[in-house]
Protein backbone atom coordinates (compact mmCIF):
# COMPACT_ATOMS: atom_id res chain seq x y z
CA UNK A 1 0.00 0.00 0.00
CA UNK A 2 1.39 3.37 -0.84
CA UNK A 3 0.87 6.09 1.51
CA UNK A 4 0.86 9.80 0.33
CA UNK A 5 1.02 13.16 2.62
CA UNK A 6 -2.20 14.38 3.02
CA UNK A 7 -0.69 18.18 2.18
CA UNK A 8 0.26 17.41 -1.40
CA UNK A 9 -0.01 14.12 -2.05
CA UNK A 10 3.35 13.24 -2.57
CA UNK A 11 4.16 9.45 -1.51
CA UNK A 12 6.44 9.75 1.86
CA UNK A 13 6.03 6.40 2.65
CA UNK A 14 4.55 2.80 2.51
CA UNK A 15 2.74 -0.53 3.83
CA UNK A 16 3.36 -4.37 3.16
CA UNK A 17 0.18 -6.10 3.29
CA UNK A 18 0.18 -9.98 2.76
CA UNK A 19 -1.24 -11.50 0.19
CA UNK A 20 -4.45 -12.76 0.07
CA UNK A 21 -4.85 -17.19 -0.35
CA UNK A 22 -8.68 -16.77 -1.38
CA UNK A 23 -9.21 -16.10 -5.32
CA UNK A 24 -10.66 -12.82 -4.57
CA UNK A 25 -7.24 -11.36 -4.43
CA UNK A 26 -8.58 -7.87 -6.45
CA UNK A 27 -11.53 -7.53 -3.49
CA UNK A 28 -9.73 -6.28 -0.24
CA UNK A 29 -11.57 -4.59 2.63
CA UNK A 30 -9.07 -1.69 3.95
CA UNK A 31 -10.25 1.67 6.29
CA UNK A 32 -8.07 3.94 6.13
CA UNK A 33 -8.05 5.55 9.59
CA UNK A 34 -8.08 9.57 10.25
CA UNK A 35 -5.20 9.45 12.70
CA UNK A 36 -2.93 7.17 9.90
CA UNK A 37 -2.50 4.33 9.09
CA UNK A 38 -4.83 1.31 7.62
CA UNK A 39 -6.92 -1.50 8.98
CA UNK A 40 -7.04 -5.05 6.92
CA UNK A 41 -9.79 -7.41 7.02
CA UNK A 42 -7.62 -10.73 6.07
CA UNK A 43 -9.44 -13.11 5.19
CA UNK A 44 -9.03 -16.94 4.97
CA UNK A 45 -11.05 -20.45 4.93
CA UNK A 46 -10.91 -20.29 8.44
CA UNK A 47 -12.74 -16.45 8.74
CA UNK A 48 -11.58 -12.82 9.19
CA UNK A 49 -9.34 -11.52 11.88
CA UNK A 50 -8.59 -7.63 11.33
CA UNK A 51 -4.79 -6.22 11.41
CA UNK A 52 -3.61 -2.80 11.70
CA UNK A 53 -0.64 -1.67 9.57
CA UNK A 54 0.69 1.71 9.47
CA UNK A 55 3.07 3.48 6.89
CA UNK A 56 6.90 3.68 7.41
Known amino acids: MLCLAPG ?3 P ?7 PSPLPEE ?4 IVVL ?3 G ?3 AYR ?10 DCR
Open 8 to 10: DGQ
Open 12 to 18: WGSADLP
Open 26 to 29: SFRD
Open 34 to 36: DQG
Open 38 to 40: MVY
Open 44 to 53: TEEGVSYQRY
